[in-house]
């Protein structure tokens, strides 16, 4: 099933795309995530990006370039209507992602992924290009400077930042409606990724279990309802790089929440967000 977030009936999804790095001389600078935004009318349909989602160029007869900086997509299909969750089920039989739809002028853009792994866009391409109804299916590249200088020019025009709504204290108790979904013991330190099945809490889904997206302050809460804290960067290297991690099926397509207000990616890359950004929450002690 698609990663998506639910909040009050209605569901919504926050594509985290890796940060675009802008190159000025010898000095690069990181600009902060792009998030794109899509809805999903209901479980019965795939999800629908909004219309200035950056999905980049395509990449033909050539291998896509490799860029620790670039995300990648892979186009199924320009189509007349939405692929139905029965047309779709061979797609995902392919791939390790996920795939939407992107209205564009009475036609919708069949995508799969984000890809941050060429590697895997390669060879999940060639799984997708063995079904006969998408033998046609190319990569594409998002460019980082171009699209950032985008989200540059409209966040100028329309900030983007929203008021931060208060966050209400959790009790100090670990309560019925928080638990933990994975518990890994590293070096005689225990990693856990916790769930809180709270109502206001959004949340998506990826190796058929719910996980949350909170914000930095609720993260801390979370942590701490558990006599844990949020993990440090040290920890998170641990963590990412032991085997463990994909034994017991960490979630891996969204960033975590790490100690310092930072932003803690399955790539290995580490970046300062916005307290309101909504992540994944990784508690340590």
């Known amino acids: 099933m698609s990663s998506c977030m639910v909040r009050n009936g209605r569901r919504l999804l926050w594509l985290s795309f890796l940060s675009f790095t802008l190159v000025s001389h010898s000095m690069a600078s990181h600009a902060a995530d792009a998030l794109c935004s899509a809805s999903q009318a209901s479980t019965n349909e795939l999800p ?43 797609l995902y039989g392919k791939i390790s992602t996920d795939i939407w739809m992107k209205p564009e002028s009475k036609k919708y853009r069949c995508l799969i992924g984000p890809y941050s792994d060429v590697d895997v866009l390669e060879e999940e391409l060639q799984q997708v290009r063995s079904l006969r109804a998408n033998k046609d299916a190319f990569a594409r590249q998002v460019n980082p400077q171009q699209d950032q200088a985008k989200q540059s020019s409209s966040a100028a025009a329309e900030p983007i930042a929203k008021t931060v709504q208060t966050i209400k204290p959790m009790a100090t108790q670990a309560q019925p409606d928080l638990i933990v979904r994975i518990s890994t013991s590293i070096d005689d330190k225990t990693y856990v990724a916790p769930y809180s099945s709270k109502g206001s809490h959004q949340f998506y889904m990826e190796h058929d279990k719910a996980w949350n997206r909170v914000s930095y302050n609720e993260a801390i809460e979370m942590c701490s309802a558990l006599d844990m804290r949020l993990i440090d960067e040290k920890e998170w290297q641990t963590l990412r790089l032991n085997s463990s991690m994909r034994k017991d099926k960490w979630p891996e397509q969204m960033p975590y929440w790490g100690s310092g207000q930072k932003g803690m990616f399955s790539n290995g890359r580490i970046a300062p967000l916005k307290g309101n950004t909504l992540l994944n929450v990784a508690c340590i002690n």
Not at 59 to 73: F, H, L, N, T
């Open 48 to 90: 629908v990006l909004e219309q200035d989602c950056p999905i980049g160029k395509g990449i033909w007869g050539q291998k896509a370039p490799r860029s620790a900086e670039s995300v990648y997509w892979i186009q199924c299909g320009l189509l007349d209507a939405p692929l139905s969750l029965k047309q779709a089920k061979p």
